[in-house]
Structures are given as structure tokens and as C-alpha cells.
């Protein structure tokens, strides 16, 4: 298992709602978070910059007045830990799971045994044999399999949870996941 820790802003504008995660664009990190605090918080500085901004053009209202007075903004740390790996092909998806974590570089995988199951998808006539329509609510099952090699990936270098081996592109998940396209 590999443990990495995760930092997310969260901005309070109104008591009676309570607190709100805030959603990085661009960022390729688990649920946008970011891993270094730094950066969380130059984006909370952003963020409570904007807001501030804003409420100083609006009419000075009792609700906007009441905005400005209870508006506040924090960082939370949050550790996730990765138990497996997910392989991108081109439609497919395969699933692994990390059997040793060597460094914070390179971590020994194993395939697991995955069942996929279309009896329960729409399928209709057509094209070169037929079509699945709803494919992505296939059943998968996951079972570990101790008797499949293990091999290790690495990291990609800037990214922390994306892995390659030779042109094979991975990607860590909290549960097994796995895809496979019928229509294909």
C-alpha cells in the first residue's frame, strides 16, 4: 500500500451550509487535491482574495455585510491510501494490486483475477455485430491472484500517481478497478 498525503481548501461562506470542498482546475492530483501545502495555500490566499473582491463590488446589503463577516477559509489534510493500480490501454482497463512499495519511486504490482459480466447490459443489433448501451454498469468481480508475476512500474516523473512500464500507462486507485469494452 502506498499512503500519500493529499492538502484541499475548504471555504465556509455560510454557516447554515457549512463547509465546501474547493475544486482545482487543471489539477491531475486525487479529487484535486494538491500535495504540497505550499500550494494549498497560495490557492487559499487566491481564493479568499476572489472572494473578498467580489463581495467589496456588491452592494453593501445586511446579507452582504453578514457574508463578509463569517467567510473563512482552511486547509485539510487528508492521507489516502492506495492499495492498487489500474493499467490504461486504449478502452480496456486492468487491474493490480501493489504488493510492495520498493521507494517512493517504484512499487512491485500483481495482476488480479477480474471477471467481467454483460448478461445484465442492454444490447441491440447492429454495426459489425451489436452494441452494448449502458457498458459501464458491467459487473466486475476482483480476486486476488498469488500466482501471477509481480513486476515493477515506476513513476512518471512530475505526477504522483501516474506509473509507467516501458510504454504502459498506470494509475493508482483506492479500489480495484477495471473495464472491459464489449463494443471492441
Not at 513513476?155 to 463494443?183: C, I, M, Q
Amino acid at each position: 500500500m502506498l499512503n500519500i498525503t493529499y492538502y484541499y481548501v475548504e471555504q465556509l461562506v455560510r454557516p447554515e451550509t457549512g463547509w465546501d470542498r474547493q475544486m482545482v482546475q487543471d489539477c491531475e492530483n486525487y479529487n484535486g487535491g494538491f500535495q504540497d501545502k505550499a500550494q494549498a495555500e497560495k490557492h487559499l490566499q487566491a481564493e479568499k482574495s476572489g472572494w473578498e473582491d467580489f463581495l467589496a463590488e456588491q452592494k453593501q446589503t445586511d446579507e452582504i455585510k453578514r457574508l463578509q463577516a463569517v467567510a473563512d477559509w482552511r486547509i485539510v489534510e487528508e492521507i489516502v491510501t492506495f492499495a492498487h493500480v489500474s493499467e490504461y490501454m486504449y478502452s480496456d482497463v486492468r487491474a493490480y494490486e501493489i504488493i510492495k512499495v520498493i521507494s517512493d519511486k517504484t512499487i512491485e504490482i500483481r495482476a488480479m483475477d477480474v471477471s467481467h459480466s454483460c448478461k445484465d447490459l442492454e444490447f441491440s443489433l447492429g454495426g459489425f455485430v451489436g452494441h452494448y448501451h449502458n457498458q459501464r454498469d458491467q459487473k466486475v468481480t476482483y480476486k486476488a491472484d498469488p500466482d501471477a508475476p509481480t513486476f515493477r512500474i515506476r513513476r512518471k516523473k512530475g505526477s504522483v500517481e501516474k506509473w509507467v512500464s516501458g510504454s504502459s500507462r498506470f494509475g493508482l486507485t483506492t479500489e480495484p478497478y477495471a473495464f472491459h469494452d464489449f463494443n471492441f
